[in-house]
């Protein structure tokens, strides 16, 4: 089912259900791939509402640092829509752990999405066997695939893994338990701008 939103719609203050998020993120990943509207509010009087108000994102979301993963605009949304953790390989470590109960706890987001993508470096650098520098990355992913040699189904492996770490929250676990949280994953299509939703 597709529902029709406006400009309007994607400028709300949060606290919206998980269902509602996830169907703003369908929606928004739609306009983006569709190309049918690059309008989202970043106006002064928007900047001074979310200093003056705080922020109110609709969802959360762990993605990595991938320059051309960019989930306001895979998603469509304007200033403060968003509370966005991002790190090499969308691993889940204590920060990116800290930092996601930080904003399902205290901004009560209700979604919490991991997102991965395709033609990651980190993907392939774990595949690779990569060490050195990269090894606190490369090792949580290569644990997190196993065998698996397909990069795709890596990355989905790998997203499902940050899930996994994320549940160990039990702040987290609670929010779940209660009804209060959603926790999903999906993967970007670098090379066309499609989230398959896990």
């Known amino acids: 089912m597709t529902t029709n939103y406006t400009a309007d719609d994607f400028d709300v203050d949060s606290h919206v259900g998980p269902d509602v998020a ?8 739609r306009i983006y791939v569709e190309a049918l509207d690059h309008e989202r509010d970043l106006s002064p009087e928007r900047i001074r509402d979310l200093f003056e108000n705080g922020q109110r994102p609709f969802a959360t979301i762990v993605t990595c640092a991938d320059s051309r993963v ?14 966005v953790i991002r790190v090499a390989g969308n691993v889940v470590g ?10 399902c706890e205290h901004l009560h987001t209700r979604l919490l999405l991991v997102l991965g993508h395709t033609h990651c470096g980190a993907i392939k650098a774990a595949l ?4 050195g520098a ?11 695939i196993g065998d698996v040699a397909d990069p795709y189904e890596a990355s989905v492996l790998n997203a499902r893994a940050a899930i996994d770490d994320l549940r160990q929250s039990p702040q987290l676990a609670q929010l779940e338990a209660a009804g209060d949280l959603s926790l999903c994953a999906a993967v970007y299509h670098t090379h066309c701008g499609v989230v398959d939703f896990l």
């Open 22 to 29: 996830m169907a703003r993120l369908r929606e928004g990943n």
């Open 70 to 83: 960019v989930p306001e605009h895979i998603f469509m949304t304007g200033l403060g829509e968003l509370f």
């Open 94 to 103: 204590p920060v990116e752990l800290a930092s996601a109960v930080y904003a």
């Open 128 to 131: 690779d066997g990569e060490e």
């Open 134 to 144: 990269v090894a606190p990355i490369t090792q949580k992913i290569a644990a997190a």
